[in-house]
C-alpha cells in the first residue's frame, strides 16, 4: 500500500542558499538545534525549529547513513517532510579534510573573542567532524 | 569614388574582426545564461522553503517584527539598483537605471528623502558621473553572484533599517523603507526592470487564500516563534535579494547576447556594402584602365597614321 510506505519513511530535503544538496528518503535525522541534537523519525509532529552550525546525519530508507555539514540555519518538519535549510551544507564526501583543517586553524588564529572568528571556528569543526565521522 | 579599393578593403578587414569578437561574445553571453538560469532554479529551492517557514511562523504565531512593522510616517527610502559591472549588453544596465531614477521621483514626490545603493560597477558609474552621493556600491559579481554577497548587502541594508533616527553618530544610515530595482527575466527575449519593496516585508506572497490541503500544519517552534522569527527573517531578506541578483545575472546576459547578436549581424551588413563599393570601385579603375589602354593606342595608331 502506498500509503503505509509514506507512513515509514520521511522525504527529506537538504537544501543550501544555492542549491538542493541531497534530497530522498530516510528513516531518521538528527540534527543539531540552538536547544540541543534532535533526533527525527517518521511520524515527528510538526517541528520549525533553528540550528547551529553542526552535523546532520541521515540514515536513509535503503540503510545507509550519510553526514554533511551545515551551517546556521533551520529545520522544518510536517507531514513526514523534513527540510533543513542552511546557506551552506555539504556532503562529508564533498569536504575537504585538508581545507577545513587549514580553515580551522586560521580560525582559531584569527582571535577568540570575535563573533565572526568563533563563528568560523565552529563551521570548521562541523565540517571535520562531518568528515571523522563518515569514514 | 572617394576611396581607393585599398582603403575599402582595410574598412572590410576591421569589422570582420570586429564580427569576429561580437560573435564571440554572443557564443559566451548564450553558454553563460544557460549556467545563469541553472543557478536560478537550483535557489529555487531554498526560497520556497524559506518562504513556507516564514508564513508558517507568521500565521501561527501573532508575533511583531521589527522587519515587518511598517514604520509611521516614513521619511527615508534606500534603493538598491542592480546593475551589470560590464557593457555592451544594449539598453540593459539604462533601462534598470531609468527604472529606478522613476522610482527616485516618486518616492521624492511623497517627501521621502532616497539613499542610494547600487551593485555592479555601471550603476556606479552612472551616479558619480552625475556627482550623486551612493551610500555603498558592491561590484565585480554581476554575470555570477554568490549568496555570500547576497547575505552582504542583505546584511547591510537590514542594519540601515533597523537602526534608529536618534542615534545619528553611528556609521548606519537609518531608512524606513527599502526598494530594490532589478531587471526580471522573464524568456530569453525579454526581460523587463522591476521595482520591488522589500522592507517592511510583506509575509503573504499570494492574494488567494489557501485552500484546505494547503493548510500549515501545527507547529512546535523552537526555542520560541519570535526567535525562529529573528533568525527566519534576515535570511529571508538575504533570500529575496539573491533572487533578484540571479534573474538580473540571467537578465543581463540575455541582454548580451541580444545586442552581441545584432552587432554580428549590423557588421555583416556593413562588410557587404563594403564589398559592393569596393568591388564598384576597383572595376571603375579597371574600366579606366582599359580605356586609357584604349586611348593609348588610338593616340599611337593615330600619330602612325599620320607619319606614314
Do not use: C
Not at chain 1, 587549514?102 to 570575535?114: C, I, S, T, V
Request: charged share 30%.
Amino acid at each position: 500500500m502506498a500509503g503505509l510506505s509514506t507512513d515509514k519513511v520521511l522525504q527529506v530535503e537538504l537544501v543550501a542558499a544555492d542549491r538542493l544538496v541531497w534530497s530522498g528518503q530516510a528513516t531518521m535525522v538528527i540534527a543539531r538545534t540552538t536547544e540541543g541534537d534532535v533526533g527525527i523519525l517518521p511520524n515527528h509532529a510538526p517541528l520549525l525549529s533553528s540550528i547551529i552550525e553542526g552535523v546532520v546525519d541521515v540514515q536513509t530508507a535503503e540503510g545507509e547513513t550519510w553526514v554533511a555539514a551545515v551551517d546556521a540555519g533551520f529545520i522544518s518538519v510536517a507531514d513526514n517532510r523534513v527540510s533543513i535549510l542552511s546557506e551552506r551544507a555539504e556532503m562529508s564526501h564533498e569536504i575537504d579534510l585538508e581545507k577545513a583543517r587549514q580553515d580551522l586553524e586560521r580560525a582559531k588564529e584569527a582571535g577568540e573573542n570575535d563573533d565572526a572568528a568563533q563563528e568560523a571556528v565552529r563551521r570548521a569543526e562541523a565540517r571535520i567532524r562531518a568528515v571523522e565521522r563518515a569514514s | 569614388m572617394a576611396l581607393s579599393v585599398r582603403e575599402y578593403r582595410a574598412r572590410i578587414k576591421s569589422t570582420e574582426s570586429m564580427k569576429k569578437i561580437t560573435r564571440a561574445m554572443e557564443l559566451i553571453a548564450a553558454s553563460r545564461i544557460i549556467k545563469a538560469q541553472q543557478r536560478a532554479q537550483a535557489a529555487a529551492p531554498y526560497a520556497r522553503e524559506l518562504t513556507r517557514a516564514v508564513s508558517a511562523v507568521a500565521t501561527f504565531s501573532n508575533v511583531d517584527h521589527a522587519l515587518t512593522t511598517e514604520p509611521e510616517d516614513p521619511k527615508k527610502a534606500a534603493i538598491l539598483i542592480v546593475t551589470s559591472d560590464r557593457g555592451l549588453a544594449g539598453a540593459y544596465s539604462s533601462s534598470v537605471i531609468k527604472e529606478a531614477e522613476r522610482l527616485v521621483e516618486k518616492l521624492k514626490g511623497e517627501g521621502k528623502e532616497v539613499d542610494l545603493y547600487t551593485s555592479g560597477r555601471k550603476g556606479e558609474a552612472y551616479f558619480k558621473f552625475r556627482q550623486r552621493a551612493v551610500v555603498q556600491a558592491w561590484t565585480g559579481f554581476s554575470d555570477q553572484p554568490t549568496y555570500d554577497v547576497a547575505a552582504d548587502i542583505g546584511a547591510t541594508l537590514i542594519a540601515a533599517f533597523l537602526a534608529d533616527g536618534e542615534d545619528s553618530d553611528s556609521d548606519v544610515r537609518d531608512v524606513d523603507e527599502v526598494h530594490v530595482v532589478y531587471t526580471r527575466f522573464r524568456s530569453m527575449l525579454s526581460q523587463e526592470p522591476t521595482a520591488v519593496r522589500l522592507l517592511p516585508l510583506e509575509v503573504v506572497e499570494g492574494t488567494e487564500a489557501p485552500d484546505k490541503a494547503d493548510l500549515l500544519p501545527l507547529y512546535e517552534f523552537e526555542p520560541s516563534p519570535s526567535e525562529v522569527l529573528d533568525s527566519l527573517l534576515p535570511r529571508y531578506v538575504q533570500s529575496r535579494i539573491f533572487f533578484a541578483l540571479l534573474q538580473a545575472a540571467a537578465s543581463e546576459l540575455a541582454a548580451r547576447q541580444k545586442a552581441m547578436k545584432s552587432a554580428t549581424d549590423n557588421a555583416d551588413e556593413l562588410i557587404k556594402k563594403y564589398k559592393r563599393i569596393a568591388n564598384q570601385a576597383r572595376q571603375a579603375g579597371i574600366t579606366q584602365e582599359i580605356s586609357e589602354i584604349v586611348g593609348g593606342v588610338n593616340a599611337l595608331a593615330d600619330a602612325q597614321a599620320g607619319s606614314e
